[in-house]
């Protein structure tokens, strides 16, 4: 089983450096008023990932540090998901520590790793389960008593649950795509519209990819074709000659003179034979280069027709660049995102009848489903007010008497379950809420409103234990869970606390005698002459010390004989119920 070895408490509250010894089964934690036993259960809230309050950081200190050991069974979740953090465990047990300064900033550690705090609170699940007068307070709220209800009901809930909250969600996706179809269906059909004559009027011009380019290129030749002949006509004169001019020297004529010059020598150095063969090359290129401005010159269109159709396709391409995007290639993109997005959008009405139809299946299966639901925790809730009303019996409360009542709202938007359309919600259709009748006779009424301070401690108690029984966790924390309980039925709940310590480790803050005797270790928090708690303030009481404490916690008074013999008759009580 795992266990909270240990803690380790440095400058939080009036806790100057303690260390915490806790032991398997059950331990009271005892001290008088303010001396800091509360600041046991708050430093076991920050290692469980509890908020951090710089305002807890003692007065002076630059920050509060705790530290705990648990010893941790093997092969658990909670070693598995330690080890998936990058911890380490020490000899099978994991230490964890928390840091919080006193600017608010806030560290943690597990297994000698940084780890973010929502880790240890992961762990804090499987390890601890906390119970105090803030978690009484949560408990009474409907929300958190259908949520314990369905943590007792286990897989009978469990299971339909997890199909209902799959189909709860996408039946809001459902209809909120569903919602928004037809809330803007005439923004879709203007859309539409402006697609349509977006799309026919690329299409009546009919472009083709690279064609503005293209056209840009013919027009600059059509518009200059007199320069460009003239150019093309002088270029050729002098690399080839004019023929009109006999005694014009060309560039053609030259270079072949040239070239004739070194290959009659070319034989006498190596040197001037590749030039000679240079100059060769620059033969035939000047031979090509005048070849093409002739076939150039001759090829030039300079029809005036032409060019105007060119012009006349060009203002029509700029037409559509324009507005559709900065030349054709982006013109053409438009198109074809145009074109599927009008698909998308002539598709809406198809789209919008198969959510309809969708919308209607998901609702008759939230019905079937939220029905199992409710069958399942009106079973499970039977079963688990008939197990807490046994408990109170345990808990001096003999005659109380709690239930369920699990009901549902009308609404004629929701889901039909049980032949009624109900109001209905991410985890059904249920409001579920926790009854006491404290007495016969008694009506039924919200805990909240007919439970006395130490009535709902006692059925606070009760249901912590019999969620014990059916999912139980390695360690429970009870915060002063007695308060308003004294006589007959702090003994019992000290009983009970006993009993439940048999399967796993209890640990309890108290003020209540009759509760600390019941206890395997009683620790003591006591206050130093400068009001502080330091390492001397947390001791293990042990025989006659043990006798002092429970005397003064009867009667404020160490050495009254009455109260020691009290104190010795409770201890012998507990030690025979053991």
Do not use: C
Request: charged share 25%.
């Amino acid at each position: 089983m795992s266990v909270l070895e240990e803690m380790r408490i440095r400058s939080l509250g009036v806790i100057d450096d303690a260390v915490v010894e806790l032991s398997p089964g059950f331990t009271a934690v005892t001290g008088e008023t303010g001396a800091g036993k509360t600041m046991v259960v708050t430093s076991l809230g920050l290692l469980l990932g509890g908020r951090a309050d710089p305002a807890l950081v003692r007065i002076g200190a630059k920050a509060a540090v705790v530290e705990g050991r648990i010893a941790l069974r093997p092969g658990s979740s909670a070693v598995l998901r330690a080890e998936e953090a990058g911890a380490e465990l020490d000899e099978g047990a994991l230490l964890v520590s928390r840091t919080v300064s006193a600017e608010g900033r806030s560290r943690a550690f597990l297994g000698g790793r940084s780890v973010p705090v929502g880790v240890l609170a992961e762990l804090a699940d499987e390890l601890v389960a906390v119970h105090g007068q803030t978690d009484q307070q949560g408990l009474l709220r409907p929300a958190r008593q259908r949520e314990a209800l369905d943590r007792y009901a286990g897989d009978a809930v469990a299971g339909p649950l997890a199909k209902y909250a799959a189909a709860y969600r996408r039946l809001r996706a459902v209809a909120g795509e569903l919602e928004e179809l037809t809330t803007r269906a005439r923004e879709r059909a203007q859309e539409a519209d402006l697609l349509r004559f977006g799309l026919d009027e690329i299409a009546a011009v009919e472009p083709l990819p690279g064609e503005d380019a293209e056209l840009a290129a013919e027009a600059g030749r059509l518009g200059h074709a007199e320069a460009l002949a003239s150019a093309a006509a002088v270029a050729h004169a002098a690399l080839a000659g004019n023929p009109e001019d006999p005694e014009s020297v060309d560039a053609t004529t030259l270079v072949a003179g040239a070239h004739r010059a070194l290959e009659a020598v070319r034989s006498h150095d190596p040197a001037l034979a590749a030039l000679a063969e240079r100059i060769g090359e620059v033969a035939i290129l000047l031979g090509d280069v005048a070849g093409e401005l002739a076939g150039y010159a001759d090829d030039l269109d300079a029809d005036p027709l032409r060019l105007a159709a060119v012009e006349e396709r060009r203002a029509a391409l700029t037409a559509l660049t324009r507005k559709y995007g900065e030349d054709i290639a982006a013109v053409l993109a438009w198109a074809q995102e145009g074109s599927a997005r009008l698909t998308e959008l002539d598709g809406d009405d198809g789209r919008i009848e198969e959510l309809t139809a969708e919308r209607d299946g998901l609702r008759s299966e939230l019905s079937v489903l939220a029905q199992e639901l409710t069958d399942a925790r009106t079973e499970a809730a039977a079963r688990f007010a008939e197990a807490v009303t046994a408990e109170l019996a345990s808990l001096a409360m003999p005659h109380a008497r709690v239930s369920f009542a699990v009901g549902q709202s009308e609404d004629p938007e929701g889901v039909e379950v049980g032949g009624r359309t109900v109001a209905y919600g991410p985890t059904g259709a249920d409001e579920v809420e926790l009854l006491l009748a404290p007495h016969p006779g008694a009506p039924a009424r919200p805990i909240a409103k007919g439970a006395s301070g130490g009535e709902l401690s006692r059925v606070m108690l009760a249901v912590e234990v019999v969620f014990a029984g059916t999912d139980p966790v390695p360690t429970y924390l009870f915060d002063e869970v007695d308060a308003g309980v004294g006589g007959k039925a702090a003994v019992e709940i000290g009983r009970r606390l006993a009993k439940l310590a048999k399967s796993a480790q209890v640990v309890v803050v108290t003020h209540l005698p009759q509760v600390a005797a019941f206890a395997d270790r009683q620790l003591l928090v006591e206050k130093t002459n400068d009001g502080t708690v330091t390492r001397s303030g947390v001791t293990v009481l042990e025989g006659e010390d043990r006798v002092r404490e429970l005397s003064r916690m009867l009667a404020g008074q160490e050495d009254s004989e009455t109260a020691r013999a009290h104190a010795e008759e409770l201890l012998a009580t507990a030690r025979a119920d053991g």
